[in-house]
């Protein structure tokens, strides 16, 4: 049948369809258009069929279909399965779906003739996708030996793959000197996959003198160039880009209108959330589910949550994102009871929950101090296979440490085999929090024993812990680690555990010590501890010295001031209490009242 015109032209009529739905993001369609019909009748396709079947199975990640395609296409006689394109759409095909063997196999199988400049391109791009730099750039040397000039597009498939790693880094920028060496730097796509690439580097000052270099700036451009700047939470530069946006008629997309609403909610100001809203919904782009998420978290992040919720509801079909935005909004609001009613509305609605949504419900349990609402959000955790999820196994320890269950928070801690710091943390902070500091720092000993190197939280932890049980030779020494050993600047929490620790014990002149060490501006906050330890442990001779150090650093307190006066005056110093009394009304101090509260409905 297929040697007739009839057959013939029966086959040209279902290639433009197939073609067509494949051109108009119908992938399914052309699937089934192939699978369904042209098959049906007994014809087999050709050349022109084939590359719009190997780009569909690429865009639906289908790579068994896929290597059916290919198998369709060989069987479809030599012709149709030595031809270039069809071999460099199969090839794509593979690159895509993830199999990149079989992408380089059928690469390599191709006669060097009959490897175009797309096929080049796709195997390149296949590699830079899988930041597989070294790769890609020899592909791209060979192709340079074929004979074979590369393009832009070329150069945007290696530089897409050179991120954060330095030895990535210097090769996309002799990357981008070639591509100004050989005129291709005029190429916006290369411009801003060079963008992109320095952004992905943090470098963000070559990043903007790029960026203010390129005339004809695409959305892709600013876009980049504002993710730049969020990367390191500069909210502020986000907004003057957009500004400038407005400014040169700039079009707008979904991104950027993204970019904005995370530096709004970096920014925490709600009006300036509601005018973000208002752009959004100007744009119409308020129905699409990633920019509703935004928005919902936005609004979270502001303290707003009725503004989240009434943007949650304005969304028809609510998917897991949505659901879980809205959950983590009423979790950082501080209504962590809400939180799990809309959990429960989440499942009632049939709606699966993801790794972030049971993160967000166990925060909620943590923050309820409810272990049998997390039992349960541990029976999800199961029912979902994610027992093994390191950052799930995080939540959990953290959730029962919290709620008071540190045996089961310990228990599910033995069970995960590659801890990272995170989970050795939560555990330390379970047992600091739960007044077992013992246990905090036999942990710490032998998370260090492991290999795995503490940050200046954990040292908080251990420090917190042996602040709660009164281990100041541990804490002496936790200390000392942290500084000599490990060269970490401690912050005010740090001294904070340590001031705290040592007046607790009596140890005054060690408190002293690290006082005079701490920095200047540090020192006002620790004025009413050191001297409240003092008069707790007996008052002597050297705290009138130490009052008379402490009162320079900020005089304009008066609580200060009546504090000192009150030691003072306990030293049979009575001229100088009385001076220091003075103070207030002298320099126009206003002594705080004390208050009181009565809790009712308890």
């Known amino acids: 049948m297929?040697?007739?015109?009839?057959?013939?032209?029966?086959?040209?009529?279902?290639?433009?369809?197939?073609?067509?739905?494949?051109?108009?993001?119908?992938?399914?369609?052309?699937?089934?258009?192939y699978a369904g019909s042209l098959l049906a009748v007994g014809l087999r396709g050709d050349a022109s069929t084939f590359p719009s079947l190997a780009k569909s199975c690429a865009k639906l990640r289908l790579p068994g279909l896929g290597r059916a395609v290919h198998a369709r296409a060989f069987l479809a006689g030599a012709a149709v399965s030595r031809d270039a394109f069809v071999r460099a759409s199969l090839v794509d095909m593979y690159a895509k779906c993830g199999r990149l063997p079989d992408a380089r196999r059928l690469f390599d199988e191709t006669p060097h003739s009959s490897r175009t400049l797309v096929a080049w391109n796709c195997m390149v791009s296949a590699y830079g996708r899988n930041s597989q730099v070294e790769e890609a750039v020899a592909v791209f040397n060979s192709m340079r030996r074929a004979g074979v000039g590369p393009s832009g597009?070329?150069?945007?498939?290696?530089?897409?793959?050179?991120?954060?790693?330095?030895?990535?880094?210097?090769?996309?920028?002799?990357?981008y000197g070639y591509s100004v060496k050989s005129g291709l730097d005029a190429d916006l796509l290369v411009s801003n996959s060079v963008l992109s690439m320095l952004v992905r580097g943090n470098q963000l000052d070559a990043a903007r003198s790029l960026f203010d270099c390129v005339k004809n700036k695409s959305v892709v451009t600013w876009s980049a160039m504002a993710s730049g700047y969020l990367q390191v939470k500069d909210c502020v530069k986000v907004f003057d880009l957009f500004r400038?946006?407005?400014?040169?008629?700039?079009?707008?997309?979904?991104?950027?209108?993204?970019?904005?609403?995370?530096?709004?909610?970096?920014f925490g100001n709600l009006l300036v959330a509601k005018g973000v809203h208002a752009l959004v919904?100007?744009?119409?782009?308020?129905?699409?589910?990633?920019?509703?998420?935004?928005?919902?978290?936005?609004?979270?992040?502001?303290?707003?949550?009725?503004?989240?919720?009434?943007?949650?509801?304005?969304?028809?079909?609510?998917?897991?994102?949505?659901?879980?935005?809205?959950?983590?909004?009423?979790?950082?609001?501080?209504?962590?009871?809400?939180?799990?009613?809309?959990?429960?509305?989440?499942?009632?609605?049939?709606?699966?929950?993801?790794?972030?949504?049971?993160?967000?419900?166990?925060?909620?349990?943590?923050?309820?101090?409810?272990?049998?609402?997390?039992?349960?959000?541990?029976?999800?955790?199961?029912?979902?296979?994610?027992?093994?999820?390191?950052?799930?196994?995080?939540?959990?320890?953290?959730?029962?440490?919290?709620?008071?269950?540190?045996?089961?928070?310990?228990?599910?801690?033995?069970?995960?085999?590659?801890?990272?710091?995170?989970?050795?943390?939560?555990?330390?902070?379970?047992?600091?929090?739960?007044?077992?500091?013992?246990?905090?720092?036999?942990?710490?000993?032998?998370?260090?024993?492991?290999?795995?190197?503490?940050?200046?939280?954990?040292?908080?932890?251990?420090?917190?812990?042996?602040?709660?049980?009164?281990?100041?030779?541990?804490?002496?020494?936790?200390?000392?680690?942290?500084?000599?050993?490990?060269?970490?600047?401690?912050?005010?929490?740090?001294?904070?555990?340590?001031?705290?620790?040592?007046?607790?014990?009596?140890?005054?002149?060690?408190?002293?010590?690290?006082?005079?060490?701490?920095?200047?501006?540090?020192?006002?906050?620790?004025?009413?501890?050191?001297?409240?330890?003092?008069?707790?442990?007996?008052?002597?001779?050297?705290?009138?010295?130490?009052?008379?150090?402490?009162?320079n650093l900020d005089s304009q307190d008066s609580g200060h001031c009546v504090l000192i006066s009150s030691m003072l005056s306990c030293l049979g110093e009575w001229n100088k209490a009385r001076n220091y009394r003075r103070l207030i009304s002298k320099q126009g101090l206003v002594k705080k009242p004390g208050w009181s509260c009565i809790e009712l409905g308890v």
């Open 2 to 33: 297929s040697d007739t015109a009839p057959a013939a032209a029966a086959l040209s009529h279902w290639n433009r369809l197939i073609q067509l739905a494949a051109a108009s993001g119908s992938y399914a369609d052309c699937l089934r258009l």
């Open 281 to 551: 919904i100007k744009g119409g782009f308020q129905c699409q589910d990633e920019l509703a998420a935004s928005l919902v978290n936005l609004y979270a992040r502001c303290g707003d949550p009725l503004a989240a919720k009434e943007v949650f509801d304005s969304v028809h079909c609510k998917n897991a994102v949505l659901w879980t935005s809205l959950l983590n909004g009423y979790v950082e609001c501080g209504y962590p009871d809400m939180a799990l009613e809309t959990f429960d509305a989440m499942l009632c609605a049939k709606v699966q929950p993801n790794k972030a949504t049971l993160l967000a419900v166990l925060s909620a349990c943590a923050n309820l101090g409810s272990p049998n609402l997390g039992q349960k959000v541990e029976e999800h955790v199961i029912a979902m296979g994610l027992q093994s999820d390191l950052q799930v196994s995080t939540g959990l320890v953290d959730m029962y440490c919290k709620c008071g269950s540190i045996q089961h928070a310990r228990k599910i801690f033995d069970n995960v085999s590659n801890r990272d710091l995170a989970i050795w943390s939560a555990m330390i902070n379970g047992y600091a929090c739960n007044g077992e500091g013992g246990e905090a720092v036999v942990l710490f000993s032998e998370m260090q024993n492991r290999g795995v190197r503490p940050d200046a939280i954990v040292f908080t932890h251990v420090l917190t812990a042996c602040n709660h049980s009164g281990l100041v030779d541990e804490g002496l020494n936790c200390f000392h680690s942290m500084t000599v050993e490990y060269g970490i600047k401690p912050s005010i929490e740090h001294y904070m555990c340590m001031m705290d620790l040592l007046c607790k014990a009596g140890h005054l002149s060690s408190a002293m010590k690290f006082f005079k060490e701490m920095p200047v501006h540090l020192r006002n906050q620790f004025l009413a501890p050191l001297i409240s330890a003092h008069r707790a442990h007996g008052v002597d001779s050297s705290i009138e010295f130490v009052s008379e150090e402490l009162l």
């Open 244 to 266: 400038v946006m407005q400014a040169v008629d700039q079009s707008m997309d979904s991104v950027v209108l993204l970019n904005l609403t995370a530096a709004a909610a970096l």
């Open 153 to 175: 597009s070329t150069l945007v498939g290696l530089l897409s793959g050179c991120a954060d790693p330095t030895s990535s880094r210097n090769i996309g920028v002799c990357l």
